[in-house]
């Protein structure tokens, strides 16, 4: 073994161990030949013996340079995607310029890995996790979300090119080439939509969560539930329009099956005398109270209902189970620090939440009935019985078409049942890594990838044990000293929360007041045709004080306490700036044009940045004052927030 060799397995091993196992496993390349040309040692060429064409069409080491000075324009790009490691000579000398931080490459052939691994040493490289190499087929829409969400590559989103290597690849591998291409960007959409692109959203979230924070502390808490499975199969019921035929089988197996119904499910449920064990909610909007005020009282008693600690209160009012209000798994919850009342309900519906319940709860068979993802066949977009409609949704221009459930053929969908459906696929990957089995018994609408589709008369057949009555369940509240104590642990929190905010915020104004009258006098000079008066020295100055305040945003006090409101206020500024940020800068005009393009985008970022604190310091004071009435009764000591 190569010492070059040896040092990249050994490094592949400790970070990519299913990589290296398959190259250890290699004894030679059978299907590519490795050939010198000229001269020099690594001037190395692969060629394709079995369609007898090169990796590179002239001379390696000549392709390479050149392709050194395209790259020139992308010195500045933290992150490159490249479809094709070559003989990895071209990748190693990336890394000579520290600006790129991950370098992610597909390699369609193995054999093609096992030679740049003998040729070029990467083990650092590996190490520091700055290259990632990646056989295509290990993409899948899971690792796709994880690689655009990592720190180093979210914000450089609008900056994503595949570069293709070399011309090889393009000829011999343009599907692949398509698929990944085409699951990166749906990832990137993806996970723009996951920093939040509401920020009244966010802040309705915010006020609902603090005002919600005595019926969450006074109630069960979550983490009771954790590998607590009732039976050996869950069944998440959702109100897709297929869901009215699957009923009476639903009917007769509900003694001996955990049944988790969503919120919108839960009227249909009662009217057909289903009872579930849990219904999930999610939505922070007054509407979804109507489900729970749509099913009678009596019907909801001993129902364990699951309700995100951000609901609208008329929606807890009108909740008549045993209440448990796990908290979304945002920064400002996680803020409190009140962990035993858990974290539910990181996708986009109460369905998605519902997956997640099944999954902490320990089930390793879950059922999907009702989710259908699309219209009907007859363009209904729910259930009978549902209480806004069987046709609530209506079709739109805007509409997507999806493969169909049984993957015959394409079906009418919209782009936030798409969303839901991202976040089932990407769930349900990662619950197959823990060995559970999902089944999609929908009978109808999308297919959800990674779910097994089958009919539920197979699946009760196959999976439901009638002799076998599923279990009951016991919850208990914490003891009413520990509830004060968390009572008053909320308040305190509150309270550094908006003073750390006024400081945080005061800063934050007054660098802007300066970056606002620096730009007037950039456009005032711009007009009068006198450029060259700009003072550059000032504007360095500017931008170093702007870093100053991103080193504050960047610390993890402002991002668990306001995060959220900020991303969600300058995620897409970020994106553009990050246009900015990886412009090139090698003359000196390139680098006064940047600075002033820096300086003048952030007068709007500052401006933002400042009042997304303030708005979230006004909403939590307001929402503070339920928490408050709550300490008053239990006659707790406390000093008013102002």
């Not at 803020?335 to 319940?357: P, R, V």
Request: one cysteine or more; aromatic letters at 10%; glycine letters at 4%.
């Amino acid at each position: 073994m190569s010492q070059i060799f040896e040092k990249n397995i050994k490094a592949l091993f400790e970070k990519k161990p299913e990589l290296a196992t398959k190259l250890f496993g290699l004894k030679t390349h059978q299907n590519f030949e490795v050939i010198q040309q000229g001269n020099d040692p690594i001037n190395l060429n692969i060629i394709d013996m079995k369609n007898n064409y090169p990796v590179y069409k002239t001379q390696p080491l000549q392709e390479i340079q050149e392709k050194q000075k395209r790259f020139k324009s992308y010195e500045r790009y933290p992150v490159l995607f490249f479809y094709g490691l070559g003989n990895g000579i071209f990748i190693k000398l990336l890394f000579a310029n520290p600006a790129h931080k991950k370098v992610y490459v597909f390699e369609p052939n193995l054999e093609i890995i096992y030679i740049a691994m003998h040729i070029v040493d990467l083990s650092d490289e590996i190490i520091n996790e700055k290259l990632e190499i990646m056989l295509p087929e290990e993409l899948t829409y899971a690792k796709a979300v994880d690689i655009i969400s990592h720190k180093d590559v979210q914000l450089f989103a609008k900056t994503f090119e595949l570069h293709i290597y070399s011309e090889y690849y393009e000829k011999f591998y343009p599907r692949s080439i398509i698929e990944i291409n085409k699951l990166l960007i749906r990832a990137i959409k993806q996970t723009v939509i996951n920093f939040g692109n509401d920020t009244i959203d966010t802040l309705i979230g915010i006020e609902h969560h603090i005002n919600n924070l005595p019926v969450m502390l006074t109630n069960p808490h979550f983490s009771q539930l954790q590998n607590k499975k009732i039976s050996d199969v869950a069944i998440i019921v959702s109100t897709g329009p297929s869901l009215a035929k699957q009923l009476p089988l639903l009917k007769k197996i509900a003694p001996y099956a955990t049944l988790i119904s969503v919120d919108a499910s839960l009227p249909i449920l009662a009217k057909h005398n289903i009872k579930p064990d849990f219904v999930t909610s999610l939505e922070r909007v007054e509407a979804t109270a109507k489900f729970f005020k749509n099913t009678p009282k009596k019907f909801q008693k001993d129902i364990i209902m699951l309700h995100a600690s951000l609901q609208h209160k008329e929606v807890l009012k009108n909740s008549h189970g045993i209440k448990i209000l796990p908290m979304r798994p945002f920064r400002y919850t996680k803020y409190f620090t009140m962990h035993k009342y858990g974290y539910l309900g990181i996708g986009m519906s109460a369905a998605n939440m519902a997956y997640e319940l099944a999954f902490l709860m320990g089930y390793k068979t879950i059922v999907l009935i009702g989710q259908d993802l699309a219209y009907g066949e007859d363009g209904k977009s729910h259930s009978s019985g549902h209480v806004f409609g069987v046709n609530n949704v209506k079709q739109k221009e805007t509409d997507i078409f999806v493969t169909k459930y049984g993957g015959k053929g394409q079906i009418r969908s919209t782009k936030t049942w798409n969303m839901f459906r991202n976040f089932f696929e990407r769930d349900i990957e990662l619950a197959k890594q823990k060995e559970v089995t999902t089944i999609n018994a929908t009978e109808g609408g999308a297919r959800i990838h990674g779910a097994l589709e089958m009919p539920f008369s197979e699946v009760i057949e196959k999976y439901i044990d009638i002799t076998k009555p599923k279990k009951s369940i016991k919850l208990r509240n914490l003891s009413e000293n520990t509830v004060n104590k968390l009572l008053l642990k909320a308040h305190d929190k509150i309270k550094k929360m908006i003073e750390y905010g006024q400081k945080t915020q005061s800063k934050i104004e007054k660098v802007f007041l300066q970056v606002a009258k620096e730009c007037e006098n950039l456009e005032k000079l711009k007009n009068e045709n006198k450029l060259e008066e700009i003072n550059y020295d000032k504007l360095i100055k500017l931008s170093n004080k702007i870093d100053k305040i991103k080193d504050i945003i960047e610390t993890k006090k402002l991002s668990i306490m306001f995060g959220e409101t900020i991303q969600s206020y300058l995620v897409n500024k970020e994106l553009d700036l990050a246009k900015i940020m990886v412009r090139p800068s090698n003359t000196e005009i390139e680098k006064k044009a940047k600075l002033i393009d820096w300086i003048m985008n952030h007068k709007e970022w500052l401006f933002m940045l400042a009042g997304s604190i303030n708005a979230q310091i006004i909403v939590v004071k307001r929402a503070s004052k339920n928490l408050e009435k709550e300490l008053k009764k239990r006659n707790l000591p406390f000093e008013p927030i102002k």
